[in-house]
């Protein structure tokens, strides 16, 4: 990874069984978002900072609870981040009620294509299957718009606490003018290779260009 080039964290998270899916959406949302972005050591290494809420639907529980997706401010060493900051401390309490932390992972990736801002539209997350190796370029059906991010299997952690597995090699963002064709091309998630995933999100901006942090939020 290059300073040229637009680097991403995207933390996949499982909630605490604990938690009702209602319960943790809305603590992630009004409660860890702003703890997380409020802290200086966060805001060092973050340009913009989304939250992607995934849709439990039928009854089938999904993947993950949420994505959270940190747009890196570019840097020779991507490994040091807030993980490495003292003020992580701050909001280690707040991920251990929220999540399970057996079952989140963290990950680097290069942007290769698209947007990383949030753009209008319904959402859904992609995951491509082990085998799956990106064309230079493809046509998702129905979609307004896609981004697509290289992951480095490398930097796989439990949220900065220990190692962990991740064997999805791409990320694909989509956005779709209605929930109905944006369902329908999560049904269709095997185009992306044998052991992909799909989750339809709904997409939350916490902080960025677009979106500045207020000051007077800290705290």
Known sequence: MTQTTIVRRSSFLKRNPALMPAAFSAHY????????????????????????HVEHTDGVEPLFDGITMTTQVPRE????????EPDYEKVKGDEFYLFDMSRTVSVLADVLHGPVAPRAGSKAVFLAGSGW???DCFALDGALDYSLARIDP?????????????????????????PAIRNEAVARADRFGAGAAAMPV????????EKPWAPEADG
């Open 154 to 178: 490398a930097s796989a952690s439990a949220l900065g606490f220990h190692g962990a597995a991740f064997n999805h090699p791409y990320i694909i963002e989509a956005w779709f003018e209605t």
């Open 202 to 209: 709904r997409e939350v901006l916490i902080f960025g260009p």
């Open 77 to 84: 060493d991507y490994s040091r981040g807030f993980f490495s």
């Open 133 to 135: 190796q990106a064309p």
């Open 29 to 52: 949302e009004t409660s860890h978002g702003p703890l997380a972005a409020s802290l200086p050591g966060f805001r060092k290494h973050t340009l913009r900072y989304v939250q992607n």
